[in-house]
């Protein structure tokens, strides 16, 4: 992704003062992406500027986040194969007594915070971030949100629905520079016809998690429940799949939320896989216009799974061809690669603190998103970069400078230059605390080494500058 900076230093705020502040604000975050901002910034100074620049009601959030958003789609047009636009909203939540301007209404009890829908680019093949290609924020109140759902049986327009912005994603998304190249992957919050009509308007690729598995489809000449049209399909191939530990959320610790997402281990499981093709008709619950389309179902199941451990099942709708043993496992890929989102998420939260700000305005806290936005990317992209690119040259990520550092830092004393990508990824990794026996790094551990590094390049370019100066 290179210099974050890069990122920002075209954003158009009405003045060229407050962009030199907002790359500033970014080079001293992403110095330390996990402390508050009295302690990044350095200066009292310069944290009140930082103040003044988040609640100055002369633009926007999303122009903050316009020069990023821009360097990703060209990063995604420069690209030789396709690309993947995972979509996926998250709850970003504040404790405390007191009550911050313009929040709302969340899922946990005693707390205040924001929607964030995101839309997440990543190559196809690997992963590997390329930056956050759009940002929608909204709020709830606890009296609106109980209309809705007593409103879920009447017919109504896309704009009185939260389920639009799953649209507005796509919408801000399609580019003509991507066109055949882009997928977009969806949990199964994105199961609306209104979205798959849109999709199919304008040839899009997807792969989308289906949510209503009781819905009536046209099969051949038979409307069916979907599960009915999914039974006793033959697999046509076989798939490990890994799984990562998922312990039982809190927020959603009612029954309907344990049945969603169960408590599992880590494992590998061994999954089916078989494809048909439905109809997929107008929903009851819109008065949007559009007709039926066809699209690919894939079902994956564990015929075998361990006791005690919730089964894999996943239907999943797509634009992608279905007819061969390849053709199913590369949907299955595409749609695993949805879990980089939540990486993301975790980096957002946890490792640019972003619930931890002490921000008192929502109209403030979504310009901090903006700016963190691009830091979490980076974050996960320097992970990604040891998975899909570890053999290549360590000079292809890090700088001559960031090598020399690496090389001869106290927590590395011992370990070889790095020649590779995986190399400088170990030694960073070092630097940020993690033990070999413990495993791959992880996201955290690397942000710790990163922030680090970047402090210490610090200190080895002044030390150069003054023997130049001699």
């Avoid at 704009?159 to 992957?185: F, P």
């Avoid at 002490?358 to 310009?367: D, G, M, N, V």
């Avoid at 998103?369 to 040891?386: N, S």
Wanted: overall charge positive; hydrophobic content about 40%.
């Amino acid at each position: 992704m290179g210099e974050l900076k890069n990122d920002f230093k075209d954003a158009e705020l009405g003045d060229a003062r407050r962009t030199a502040r907002l790359v500033r604000v970014v080079e001293a975050i992403a110095e330390d992406p996990g402390s508050g901002f009295p302690g990044a910034l350095g200066s009292s100074a310069e944290l009140e500027g930082f103040y003044r620049f988040v609640n100055n009601e002369a633009f926007e959030a999303a122009a903050v986040l316009a020069p990023h958003r821009a360097a990703t789609l060209a990063r995604a047009a420069s690209t030789q194969s396709d690309v993947v636009f995972i979509h996926d909203t998250t709850t970003v939540e504040y404790q405390g007594e007191s009550t911050r301007t313009g929040l709302g209404y969340t899922t946990a009890l005693g707390r205040q915070g924001f929607l964030a829908h995101v839309t997440l680019c990543v190559e196809a093949d690997g992963g590997l971030p390329l930056g956050v290609a759009h940002i929608e924020t909204y709020t709830r109140s606890g009296k609106i949100w109980a209309q809705r759902k007593r409103r879920r049986s009447k017919r109504h327009g896309n704009e009185e629905r939260e389920s639009a912005r799953w649209l507005r994603g796509v919408e801000a998304t399609q580019s003509a520079a991507l066109r055949g190249r882009a997928i977009h992957i969806m949990d199964a919050e994105a199961d609306f016809f209104e979205l798959f009509r849109k999709l199919s308007d304008e040839q899009a690729r997807f792969v989308i998690r289906a949510g209503q598995l009781e819905r009536l489809v046209h099969d051949g000449d038979d409307i069916l429940h979907l599960h009915e049209t999914l039974k006793g399909l033959t697999p046509v191939a076989y798939r490990d799949v890994v799984l990562s530990e998922r312990k039982l959320n809190v927020k959603s610790a009612g029954a309907n939320g344990r049945k969603k997402h169960p408590p599992r281990a880590e494992r590998v499981a061994r999954v089916a896989i078989a494809a048909t093709t439905i109809r997929m008709g107008r929903s009851g619950y819109t008065n949007a216009p559009g007709d039926s389309c066809e699209i690919n179902v894939v079902s994956v199941w564990e015929p075998a799974p361990p006791k005690n451990q919730p089964p894999v099942r996943w239907v999943l709708f797509t634009s992608e061809p279905v007819k061969r043993k390849v053709d199913l496992e590369r949907v299955v890929d595409l749609y695993r690669l949805r879990w980089t989102i939540e990486d993301y998420f975790k980096a957002l939260k946890t490792g640019c603190a972003l619930e931890r700000r002490q921000i008192s305005s929502y109209e403030a806290l979504r310009k901090v998103l903006a700016i963190l936005a691009p830091i979490a990317c980076q974050l996960l992209w320097l992970r990604g970069m040891d998975r899909t690119r570890s053999t290549q040259p360590a000079r292809a990520v890090f700088a001559k400078s960031e090598l020399d550092v690496l090389a001869r830092a106290p927590a590395t004393q011992g370990m070889p230059p790095a020649k590779t990508v995986s190399d400088a990824i170990l030694l960073l990794a070092r630097l940020g605390g993690h033990i070999k026996n413990n495993g791959n790094p992880g996201w955290m551990t690397l942000g710790r080494g990163y922030e680090k590094l970047l402090l210490l390049r610090l200190g080895w370019d002044m030390a150069l500058q003054s023997i130049g100066k001699m």
